[in-house]
Structures are given as C-alpha cells and as structure tokens.
C-alpha cells in the first residue's frame, strides 16, 4: 500500500519559514519524481514545485520561485520544502504527491498518481 505522509505544517507569522516534509512507503520512491500542491481555502489545487528522481531537476510555480525549495533524500525516503519569506498569500493545506517517471517536468493533478493527506500552513499578517 502506498502512503505519502506529509509533516512540519504550522502557523507562522509573515516573513516565517517552514520545513514541510513527506515520508514515502510502498512504492520505489528513489525512481518515483515528488511534486508539492497547495490548496487555499475556496480556491484550486494548484502546483508548487517538483523534483526528479536525483534531484537534477527542479521546477517551480513563479509565485514561490527564490522562496521555496524542494530537495529529497532517497536513503530517507523523504521528500522536503522549505519554505521562507512566508506572505499570507502561502498559506494554504499543502500536498505532497508522486508520479511513476523518474524525470521530467509535470506540473498538473492529473499527472501524478499517488497524493498525501496533506499538512496545514497558516501565516497571519
């Protein structure tokens, strides 16, 4: 059974960082790309950032570009995002998801096939 489950959500003030963190079990995570969603409160899931199975390629929404950071660690099985300069514009349940490809650039829902319960983060102004 595959699990994805994320951590490290919390409430920050604006200008606040996180380190949100996804652990991974039942599939094989080191040829598996990770991508973080976040979803606002009445609004769509939209994407955030994802990265390739090693790490050599990474991909970013504009809107978090120079702020976030996605890396993983496959000996953990974990897939993190730092979060910094926080704005209340960030916050938002946060999802991490994995697609069966080991490189590429995918930046939709419907391209990954395993998701996360996801994790809160709420920043106040």
């Known amino acids: 059974q595959v699990q994805l489950v994320e951590s490290g959500g919390g409430s920050v003030q604006a200008g606040g960082s996180l380190r949100l963190s996804c652990l991974v079990s039942?599939?094989?995570?080191?040829?598996?790309?990770m991508g973080w969603f976040r979803q606002a409160a009445g609004k769509e899931r939209e994407f955030v950032a994802s990265?390739?199975?090693?790490?050599?390629?990474?991909d970013y929404a504009d809107s978090v570009k120079g702020r976030f950071t996605i890396s993983r660690d496959n000996f953990k099985n974990t897939v993190y995002l730092q979060v910094t300069s926080l704005k209340p514009e960030d916050a938002a349940v946060y999802y991490c998801?994995?697609?069966?490809?080991?490189?590429?650039?995918?930046?939709?829902?419907?391209?990954?096939?395993?998701w996360g319960q996801g994790t809160q983060v709420t920043v106040s102004s």
């Open positions: 990265i390739n199975w090693n790490g050599g390629r990474t």
């Open positions: 039942g599939l094989p995570f080191s040829t598996s790309v």
């Open positions: 998801a994995a697609r069966r490809s080991i490189w590429g650039r995918y930046v939709s829902i419907s391209e990954y096939h395993y």
